[in-house]
């Protein structure tokens, strides 16, 4: 196991005392094989007890240690050492307001989160003693990679229409109603509609495509929303054209 | 809600955003350059209106075209047009996955189902023209 000195330049703010944020140094003695989370910690437990950022898993499941790592969106987990130079800039995600050094307010996205309303709901009500409501392998296939979504936030930090339009539902909260739109068992279509293609739904996404290129778990968010698109203007066209087919 | 003290927000810059990583200026070639979609289309549309203004005009413009500027017009212009379809074929498995029971097409094979469209669409095209 080999030991090298990285320098890391992180981002620290304090509200009570600054009034903007500053890039602070450490030189943090390093194993090889440590990933940015392992040099905080490091920096926490031996040189600045004060540093302030979240994290939980270790192992890019929990999706609470997104940071901007050299200017891009990772998990701070999942970022080895040894792809870095001997600098690394560390600062809190993107997009997001800061409360304290690396931790952002995510209260935005977890109120769009709970208005994409992301959670099974069934066409019909059924008794337990009906039975199970059954799926086929295929129908699971349509929309399992979406379930993979870890809300780690990392696409809001890459979106640069969420950065500009701050009303902008964003990719992950469009992708998980996307998830269970597309689920066989679940009839909340129209419920979730009036909220992803609405204007500051999918509508605001042109495109980019930097929340799939970022995304740790390849979910791809960027073909979700443009699937969301087309979904949406099939039924425009339905509702316009053929006003009769509507239920 | 947040505690202890005002979150700090930082301003995104409205007009130098796409400077900030090569895949934003990748994004922003895409877009721009449907620029040479239109001008294309201009063009296609100049053509036709000194049609009708009778076979004179129509020889002249298309004397014009094949002139040096107008040559370097259309290589430009051409260029362009063509990164621009291609940006966008190369986003299709995105918008369009096809799924075959429990599995999904290859993003390569719809790609390549847009370029044989497009081939097809120019040979018919030049098969209508006179050209074969």
Sequence with gaps: MSERIVEMEVLRYNPETDAEPRFQRYSVPCMNEWVVLDALNHIKETIDPTLSYRWSCHMAVCGSCGMMINGEPKLACKAFLRSYDWLIRIEPLSHFPIQRDLVTVIDDFVTKLRRVKPYLIPKEDKPVAEGEFRQSPAELKTYKQYTLCINCMLCYAACPEYGLTTGFIGPAAISLAHRYNQDSRDGGREERQQVIAANEGVWECSFVGACSEVCPEHVDPAGALQQVKIKSTVDWYQEHLMPWSKK | ?132
């Excluded at chain 2, 029971?101 to 390549?112: M, N, Q, R, T, Y």
Aim: a positive charge; proline letters at 5%.
């Design chain 2, 1 to 132: 809600m947040s505690a202890g003290g005002k979150p700090f927000v930082r301003k995104v810059s409205r007009y130098g955003w796409f400077l900030r990583h090569p895949r934003y200026l990748r994004y922003m070639a895409r877009e721009v350059t449907c620029v040479f979609i239109g001008l294309h289309a201009l063009i296609l549309l100049l053509l036709l209106r000194r049609l009708s203004e009778g076979r004179e005009a129509y020889e002249a413009f298309l004397h014009d075209l094949s002139g040096p500027a107008g040559v370097a017009l259309q290589v430009v212009v051409l260029a362009f047009a063509v990164y621009h379809s291609m940006s966008w074929f190369n986003v299709t498995p995105k918008a369009l996955p096809v799924q075959i029971d429990e599995k999904f097409l290859p993003g390569a094979v719809i790609i390549s189902a847009h370029y044989a469209g497009w081939l097809i669409a120019t040979v018919a095209l030049l098969v209508l023209a006179g050209v074969f």
